[in-house]
């Protein structure tokens, strides 16, 4: 099996993760939380969204979660924007790096962002091009790539249309979201296998929910495959509020133990991991799920 020899881990727990934690999370809780992580090793944090504070109460106070956190140099603080305004309002704030999201499937996209896929692509053109023009670099997601859960399975042929769509907008990197987690390896493989001859591998990412736990073994297709920037969420947090049933990312430290046993670096540690664990299940009073965790608990067996 040829493998990557490096990898780099996108922490979107803060938002993701918090997105659909329905107790809520106070603005300075999210920023010692942040400022833990931004201590791990990790070179990208997703730390909040601009998206209409009554879609996602708990990201409503982005703004103050940005000035409250502690920048670390070498480290991308990014951020969800779906629109004109939730541009303004990222880059008011000072945000690195923006993304903008939208859905490979009409319905998703219709409950999530209120729009067909059709009336989204000219907004998210003029997103891109104002935060390209500010000088920020975008990311661009691109949900239900294998399946929605309204309207079942997604052709590998339409995602990479919408993708060709949003590259050809400007965006810098494209991370490819299995919003339900219910993705096998050989669905994976048949999508990349599509997408890799029209996109480098190098501007793919994925961005796996564990519902079924399947996430690491898509994942480990993924590196297979030659992809070798992927999503996680700390402590496996998180879900979209409009995907019912769909809970959260892969784990950041259950990944990073996949990577570190099989000789591939990602610059994280896993202390650091354990150590924002650790302050986020005394944030919400209640243990976080990921198998490094429980092992955490055991104390360590
Ligand atoms: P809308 O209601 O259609 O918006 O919502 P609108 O453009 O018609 O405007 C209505 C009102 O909202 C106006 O105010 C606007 O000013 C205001 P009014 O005139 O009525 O007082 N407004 C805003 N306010 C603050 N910030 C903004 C903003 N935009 C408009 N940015 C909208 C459309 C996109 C705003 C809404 O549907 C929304 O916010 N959706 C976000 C949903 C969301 O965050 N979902 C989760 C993230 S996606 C995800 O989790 C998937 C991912 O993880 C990948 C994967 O797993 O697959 C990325
Ligand atoms: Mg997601």
Not at 18 to 33: D, F, G, I, Y
Not at 66 to 76: A, D, E, M, V, Y
């Amino acid at each position: 099996m040829k493998l990557p020899k490096k990898v780099t881990l996108k922490e979107v727990g803060p938002r993701d993760g918090l997105q659909n934690e329905p107790q809520q999370v106070s603005t300075e809780h999210k920023a010692a939380w942040i400022d833990r992580l931004s201590k791990s090793g990790l070179s990208y944090i997703e730390v909040t969204s601009f998206v209409h504070p009554k879609w996602i109460p708990q990201l409503a106070d982005a703004a103050e979660v940005l000035s409250s956190i502690t920048r670390q140099p070498g480290i991308t603080y990014a951020a969800l924007v779906p629109n004109r305004q939730g541009l303004e309002r990222a880059l008011q704030a000072n945000i690195d790096e923006i993304s903008v999201f939208m859905s490979a499937s009409d319905s998703h996209n219709k409950n999530n962002i209120n729009k067909t896929i059709t009336e989204t692509l000219p907004v998210l053109k003029e997103v891109v091009s104002e935060a390209k023009a500010s000088g920020k670099t975008v990311r661009g997601y691109l949900s239900t790539i294998i399946a929605c859960p309204y309207e079942g399975k997604v052709s590998p042929e339409q995602v990479k249309d919408i993708a060709a769509r949003l590259f050809d907008m400007g965006i810098d990197e494209l991370s490819l979201g299995e919003t339900i987690g219910v993705a096998v390896p050989p669905e994976v493989e048949r999508l990349l296998e599509v997408l890799l001859p029209e996109f480098a591998a190098e501007r793919l990412a994925m961005h796996f929910h564990d519902t079924r736990g399947l996430a690491l073994a898509n994942i480990s297709k993924s590196l297979e495959m030659g992809i070798t920037i992927f999503d996680s969420s700390l402590g496996g947090l998180g879900g979209c509020p409009y995907a019912k049933g769909a809970s959260g990312n892969v784990a950041t430290e259950d990944l990073l133990y996949m990577l570190d046993a099989m000789g591939i670096q990602s610059g994280v540690r896993m202390e650091g991991l354990i150590a924002a664990g650790e302050l986020m299940e005394s944030i919400l009073g209640k243990p976080l799920k990921s198998r490094q965790m429980e092992i955490h608990r055991r104390g360590g067996k």
